[in-house]
């Protein structure tokens, strides 16, 4: 396999050029190319920075796909050494660019992730809850049937005080008839228009007096119950009101860095196009970046 030959982030590819001549007892040498080292440190790195696909390895495969990723790196890196690449300007830039994108992203997960609270979190949940409109569901059942004149007949058998759900465990062709047609709780955009109008339109305990056509034929409906939708549980929506938190602590965070610090664009095309991006991600509902 070859991907393994690209496993390897950029602040492991800066790690490759730091000769630090002292290390902890703790972060012991796992490999050698040549004269250069590969410590137990930047195998962990290779380790969280493998392929999705790799990832899902047992983790001794994960290590040895990981340290394979790492020796090809070490062996194309003495050879950049021996002609002098990491010398040239084009190199320092780049590596100056990575530095400051892992600065960035060693700040965020400082003040940004690592800072998120799970009080916070319900704080956040709470409010978005308490936002969202109320939601009408209904509890029905339904009697389906091929015929108009069957579908009377249902009502003619209800008019005349016979159970609903035996009824559809006798005459429904619907695929829930041994659940007496129930059909759980429901709401809105969840049932083909004609059906959803003829039950939302029902009291508690009642049933459609005529039949109602939908493609799949005629059906008779009640409806057990109604109420509000409830609404989903913290836990059933945690990561996205963590990442609602998380986008607006990096906003606060970028927002006072700006106010600490000039931003000058000089270009006026980019900075016309710049200040149209900034006005169009203040209105979004983006979570922040992630590192």
């Known amino acids: 396999m070859l991907r393994h030959k690209f496993l390897v982030t950029a602040a492991l590819a800066a790690a490759i050029f730091s000769q630090a001549p002292v290390f902890a007892a703790e972060d012991p040498v796992v490999a050698k190319v040549g004269s250069l080292e590969i410590r137990q440190s930047e195998l962990d790195l290779a380790v969280q920075n493998l392929d999705p696909q790799l990832a899902q390895l047992p ?20 050879g ?42 319900k704080a956040r949940y709470d409010k978005e809850i308490a936002s ?16 108009e004149d069957e579908a009377k007949a249902v009502i003619a058998d209800l008019d005349a005080g016979k159970d609903f759900a035996e009824i559809a465990k006798e005459k429904s062709q619907d695929s829930n008839k041994d659940e007496g047609g129930d059909l759980g709780w429901f709401g809105p ?36 119950d109604k109420r509000d939708a409830p609404p989903p549980a913290l836990e059933q929506v945690e990561d996205q009101v963590k990442q609602l938190v998380m986008r607006d602590k990096y906003v606060a965070l970028i927002e006072k860095a700006k ?3 000039k931003v000058e664009i000089v270009d006026e095309a980019l900075k016309k196009g710049y200040d149209e991006v900034n006005k169009m991600q203040g209105a979004s509902d983006a979570p922040a970046p992630k590192p």
Do not use: W
């Not at 004609?194 to 009640?222: C, N």
């Open 189 to 224: 955009g969840r049932m083909v228009p004609e059906f959803e109008e003829a039950a939302f339109a029902l009291e508690k305990g009642a049933y459609t007096k005529t039949p109602v056509k939908t493609q799949f034929g005629f059906h008779v409906i009640k409806v057990e």
């Open 259 to 261: 106010s600490e610090q």
């Open 80 to 121: 950049a050494i021996a002609e002098g690449i990491k010398d040239t300007d084009d190199f320092k830039k780049r590596m100056a660019y990575i530095g400051d994108r892992e600065l960035h992203n060693a700040y965020f997960r400082k003040h940004v992730i690592d800072a998120v609270t799970p009080e916070e979190v």
């Open 132 to 147: 969202i409109p109320k939601q009408e569901e209904v509890h029905a059942r339904h009697i389906l049937v091929k015929t």
């Open 59 to 78: 983790d001794e495969q994960k290590k040895v796909a990981a340290l394979s990723g790492a020796i090809d790196v070490k062996l194309l890196a003495s």
